[in-house]
T-cell receptor
Framework: EAQVTQNPRYLITVTGKKLTVTCSQN?????MSWYRQDPGLGLRQIYY???????DKGDVPEGYKVSRKEKRNFPLILESPSPNQTSLYFC???????????????FGAGSRLTVL | DQQVKQNSPSLSVQEGRISILNCDYT??????FLWYKKYPAEGPTFLIS?????DKNEDGRFTVFLNKSAKHLSLHIVPSQPGDSAVYFC???????????FGAGTRLTVKP
C-alpha cells in the first residue's frame, strides 16, 4: 500500500530534550515536506526537500532541522524542544515535478507532540 | 500572513442537503487549487483540485468552483452524507513553487 509513515504518533516530552520524528514513504517520491497544524492557522510548512541531500526552509523553520540522506526518509529533528513547538505534525510527499497533476500531496497520519 | 483563508471554522448541514465550503486567497500568482479532507487521527487526503484555466471541476458529489476575479473558490457537496463529516482544507500553489499554502480548515458536520 502506498503510504507515508510517521513515528511516533504521540509523544510527550520536556523542554530541551532532543527528539526526532521519523517519516518514510514507499512511493519513490522525490519531494517530501513537513507541516505543523495549529488551531486557526491551518497547515504551515516547516521544511521541504526536493530530492536526496536537497532541503530548504518553509514558513516556520525556526527550532527544527531536517535531513534527506535517503530518498524514502525525511526525519524532523527538534534539537531543543520548547512548549511553542507543541503541535500536530504531518509529513507529506509527492512526485518531484510540481506540474498541476503532480501537486497532490500524500500525507502521513500525523504526530502529536507535547512539550512540557 | 495567511494567503489562503477559510473564514468559516465550522459548518453544519442536514443529510441530503448541499454543503458549500468557501475559500479566499490573496496571491494572484496561485494557479492550482486543491481541497483536502481530514478525519480525526488521520492525515489529510486529497479530494479534488482545479487549475486556474478552469472555473469548475466536478467529481461525483463534489464540485469545486473557481472565481479568479474574486480570488474565491468553493467546494459543493451534493448530496451531503454523514460520512462527509470531516475537516476540509483549501490549498493553493503557484507554478513550480514548492510552497503549497493551506487555509485554516472548516469542520463540516452532516447530521442524519
Amino acid at each position: 500500500e502506498a503510504q507515508v509513515t510517521q513515528n511516533p504518533r504521540y509523544l510527550i516530552t520536556v523542554t530541551g530534550k532532543k527528539l526526532t520524528v521519523t517519516c518514510s514513504q514507499n512511493m519513490n517520491h522525490e519531494y517530501m515536506s513537513w507541516y505543523r497544524q495549529d488551531p486557526g492557522l491551518g497547515l504551515r510548512q516547516i521544511y521541504y526537500s526536493m530530492n536526496v541531500e536537497v532541503t530548504d526552509k518553509g514558513d516556520v523553520p525556526e527550532g527544527y532541522k531536517v535531513s534527506r540522506k535517503e530518498k524514502r526518509n525525511f526525519p524532523l529533528i527538534l534539537e531543543s524542544p520548547s512548549p511553542n513547538q507543541t503541535s500536530l505534525y504531518f509529513c507529506a510527499s509527492r512526485r518531484g515535478t510540481a506540474s498541476s497533476g503532480a501537486n497532490v500531496l500524500t500525507f502521513g497520519a500525523g504526530s502529536r507532540l507535547t512539550v512540557l | 500572513d495567511q494567503q489562503v483563508k477559510q473564514n468559516s471554522p465550522s459548518l453544519s448541514v442536514q443529510e441530503g442537503r448541499i454543503s458549500i465550503l468557501n475559500c479566499d486567497y490573496t496571491n494572484s500568482m496561485f494557479d492550482y487549487f486543491l481541497w483536502y479532507k481530514k478525519y480525526p487521527a488521520e492525515g489529510p487526503t486529497f479530494l479534488i483540485s482545479i487549475s486556474s484555466i478552469k472555473d469548475k471541476n466536478e467529481d461525483g458529489r463534489f464540485t469545486v468552483f473557481l472565481n479568479k476575479s474574486a480570488k474565491h473558490l468553493s467546494l459543493h457537496i451534493v448530496p451531503s452524507q454523514p460520512g462527509d463529516s470531516a475537516v476540509y482544507f483549501c490549498a493553493a500553489s503557484a507554478g513550480n513553487n514548492n510552497d503549497m499554502r493551506f487555509g485554516a480548515g472548516t469542520r463540516l458536520t452532516v447530521k442524519p
